[in-house]
């Protein structure tokens, strides 16, 4: 079975333009979840989907918004970058089935550099 | 909130010495704790998990032990390769309402010397 996907792999822009990050998780997985690893750091939490609806949401300005399609597959879209924003950004995905948490599967991640 | 902390790193050993990671977790509820892995340019790997006191994850002779009085899950293995060489994450996973949010740590270096 294919693992978690994301698309593309690296990207580079500019401060102030907009980006948009792809993600498809694990067939069979309805949850899924982004996160931010800035270099020599550990990830941080962004947002959950669960069947189309945001579940949870970390401490990320609102430069920062994510989607959840018919398919489970995910975009997250950043606004206004700024050279902070550098990072990658993994995708996991989850059963997310019963309520009740589950193991988190990540994809490579999309390696974001803003100049 | 939720945190959690490892050991300062880097960690550099000879192949085949004995490995320690330690990591420690704030006592909100009773989370799940996992060990993730990193290589170089590639995302996070599962290395093991634990989902309640006491439980022991292991996975490719690394250990950890979920101990609920000490709020620790080092990671262990007894005897390191080259090919271990990563870095390591350990986190937490609260539910509830959040579904499922990890929490990690600042990840630790390991490299390992022929």
């Known amino acids: 079975d294919a693992g978690v996907t994301q698309s593309p792999t690296h990207l580079i822009k500019t401060r102030g333009q907009q980006v948009t990050l792809r993600c498809s998780p694990i067939?069979?997985?309805?949850?899924v979840s982004w996160y931010q690893q800035v270099l020599g750091q550990g990830p941080q939490f962004i947002f959950q989907y669960y069947e189309k609806e945001e579940r949870g949401r970390g401490n990320f300005p609102d430069r920062f918004s994510a989607r959840q399609f018919p398919n489970y597959s995910s975009e997250l879209n950043v606004n206004a970058l700024l050279l902070g924003d550098s990072a990658l950004y993994l995708c996991a995905s989850s059963r997310g089935s019963g309520g009740a948490p589950n193991e988190q599967f990540f994809g490579p991640g999309t390696r974001l550099t803003v100049l | 909130g939720d945190s959690v902390t490892q050991m300062e790193g880097p960690v550099t050993l000879s192949e085949e010495a004995f490995l320690t990671i330690n990591c420690t977790y704030t006592a909100t509820g009773y989370p799940s704790l996992f060990w993730y892995v990193q290589y170089p340019g590639e995302g996070l790997q599962l290395l093991l998990k634990a989902t309640k006191a006491d439980d022991k994850g292991s996975n490719k002779g690394f250990e950890a032990t979920y101990r609920k009085e000490t709020t620790s899950f080092h990671l262990e293995k007894g005897s390191v390769q080259v090919s271990d060489s990563a870095v390591y994450f350990c986190?937490?996973?609260?539910?509830?309402?959040?579904?499922?949010?990890?929490?990690f740590g600042q990840g630790t270096i390991l490299t390992v010397h022929p």
């Open positions: 067939s069979g997985h309805k949850s």
């Open positions: 986190a937490r996973l609260s539910g509830g309402t959040s579904y499922g949010k990890l929490t």
